[in-house]
């Protein structure tokens, strides 16, 4: 089946891409993405493990967005590599430096760490800074942490620099890439009845209906908002890695049994946009 929706440890997931397709492989994927969050770092490393093997590779990422001061992300599929990891750089550094931000927040309320040395095409997240946590020992697990400190809300929180949804999905069309709302019910800025239209007028092609995060009637409402909108559906399990690696991973790859037949549309919406 389709997985659209995936990250390796060029952003925060815990398998290499090496790792993440051997392990889609196994699990009888037909298609995978690579979607770090903004970053494409990802994608040498998986073609060339996926070449030889019967498995597809859909290159695309997860851009971070702020949108009513609270995070929206939106996967970008099939873009313009050239064009876009210029700008991208600017986002990355971006995360590096609130990577340190959250740090020295974490510091000033007593609990010192070190996050490990991560190269500039990388992108860190607050999952590395959980991991962190549980490894000085100061909480058991990586949910811990987000109770406590990480979550969008928590003492130790540092939103990502100013990077408007709208401005986001111009950036990824300018690129040649398909833009598409991922999990649109993890929001927590406004609902999706609201927001979507915002969206859509600013470009937005698709919706990623099907996310282990949406109950069915949440599905049943997005493929309907995609029908009146004449939107693409995509769907993945958002696959950070084994679950037993402390990920928040509710499902694990292949699960999700997205059918193979939204491909084709995301391809043609590609190549409508070169
Ligand atoms: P960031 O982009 O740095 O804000 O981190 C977002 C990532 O953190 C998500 O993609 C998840 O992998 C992870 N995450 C978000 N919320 C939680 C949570 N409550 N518990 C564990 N992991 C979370
Ligand atoms: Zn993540
Ligand atoms: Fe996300
Ligand atoms: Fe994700």
């Given at each position: 089946m389709l997985e659209l929706h995936c990250h390796t440890t060029y952003s925060d997931g815990t398998l290499t891409p090496q790792e993440l397709i051997a392990a889609a492989l196994k699990a009888g994927v037909k298609a995978l993405a690579i979607t770090d969050h903004d970053t494409l770092a990802g994608w040498d490393d998986a073609f060339q493990a996926a070449a030889d093997t019967p498995l597809e590779i859909v290159p695309g990422?997860?851009?971070?967005?702020?949108?009513?001061?609270?995070?929206?992300?939106?996967?970008?599929?099939?873009?313009?590599?050239?064009?876009?990891?210029?700008p991208l750089q600017e986002r990355i550094a971006g995360r590096h430096r609130r990577a340190r931000e959250m740090v020295e927040k974490l510091a000033a309320l007593g609990y010192p760490i070190e996050l490990p040395s991560m190269s500039g095409n990388m992108a860190p997240g607050r999952p590395h800074v959980a991991a962190a946590l549980v490894k000085a020992g100061y909480v058991s697990s990586n949910q811990e942490a987000f109770t406590r400190w990480l979550?969008?809300?928590?003492?130790?929180?540092?939103?990502?620099?100013?990077?408007?949804?709208?401005?986001?999905?111009?950036?990824?069309?300018?690129?040649?890439?398909?833009?598409?709302?991922?999990?649109?019910?993890?929001?927590?800025?406004?609902?999706?009845?609201?927001?979507?239209p915002k969206l859509?007028?600013?470009?937005?092609?698709?919706?990623?209906?099907?996310?282990?995060?949406?109950?069915?009637?949440?599905?049943?409402?997005?493929?309907?908002?995609?029908?009146?909108?004449?939107?693409?559906?995509?769907?993945?399990?958002?696959y950070h890695g084994p679950a037993s690696a402390g990920v928040?991973?509710?499902?694990?790859?292949?699960?999700?049994?997205?059918?193979?037949?939204?491909?084709?549309?995301?391809?043609?919406?590609?190549?409508?946009?070169?």
């Open positions: 990422l997860e851009l971070s967005t702020v949108y009513n001061d609270r995070s929206l992300h939106i996967l970008g599929f099939y873009p313009d590599r050239a064009k876009l990891e210029p979550g969008e809300r928590g003492p130790a929180y540092v939103q990502y620099d100013k990077f408007s949804a709208e401005d986001g999905i111009r950036l990824l069309l300018d690129c040649g890439a398909v833009p598409v709302w991922a999990h649109p019910y993890l929001f927590r800025g406004g609902t999706v009845q609201t927001i979507l859509v007028e600013a470009g937005l092609k698709g919706v990623e209906v099907y996310h282990p995060h949406h109950s069915p009637s949440d599905e049943r409402k997005l493929e309907e908002a995609c029908e009146d909108y004449g939107l693409l559906m995509t769907g993945g399990s958002d928040n991973n509710s499902v694990g790859l292949n699960q999700l049994q997205v059918p193979l037949d939204l491909l084709p549309p995301l391809k043609a919406a590609a190549a409508a946009l070169r």
